[in-house]
Nanobody, 122 residues
Framework: QVQLVESGGGLVQAGGSLRLSCAAS????????MAWFRQAPGKEREFVAA????????SYADSVKGRFTISRNNAKITVYLQMNSLKFEDTAVYYC???????????????WGQGTQVTVSS
C-alpha cells in the first residue's frame, strides 16, 4: 500500500518561507514522478509543481514560478516544496501526489497524501 505523508505546513507571515516535505512509502519511489497541488477554501484543487523521477525536469504553475522550488531526495524517499516570498493567496491545503508516469500538471495522479495546511497572514 502506497502512502504519502506531508509535513511542514503552518502559519507564516506574508513574505516568509516554509518548506513542505512529503515522505513516501513505496520502494520504487525513485521511479515515480511527484507533484504538489493545493486547494484553497471554496476553490478547486490546482496544480503547483511537478518533478520527474530524476528531478532533472520540473514544471510550475505560473502563480508560483520564481518563488517555489520542488526537489526530491530519492535516498530519503522524500519530495520537498520550498516556498519563498509567500503571499496571502498561497493559503491552502497542500497535497503531494505520485504517479507511475509523467503527467505534469494533469490531475490524474494515482496516489495522494492527506494534505498539510499552509496559512499565510497578510
Amino acid at each position: 500500500q502506497v502512502q504519502l505523508v506531508e509535513s511542514g505546513g503552518g502559519l507564516v507571515q506574508a513574505g516568509g518561507s516554509l518548506r513542505l516535505s512529503c515522505a513516501a512509502s513505496m520502494r520504487t519511489f525513485s521511479t515515480y514522478p511527484m507533484a504538489w497541488f493545493r486547494q484553497a477554501p471554496g476553490k478547486e484543487r490546482e496544480f503547483v509543481a511537478a518533478s520527474t523521477y530524476t528531478g532533472l525536469t520540473t514544471s510550475y504553475a505560473d502563480s508560483v514560478k520564481g518563488r517555489f522550488t520542488i526537489s526530491r531526495n530519492n535516498a530519503k524517499i522524500t519530495v520537498y516544496l520550498q516556498m519563498n516570498s509567500l503571499k496571502f493567496e498561497d493559503t491552502a491545503v497542500y497535497y503531494c501526489a505520485a504517479n507511475d508516469k509523467w503527467i505534469g500538471a494533469e490531475h490524474e495522479y494515482t496516489y495522494w497524501g492527506q494534505g498539510t495546511q499552509v496559512t499565510v497572514s497578510s
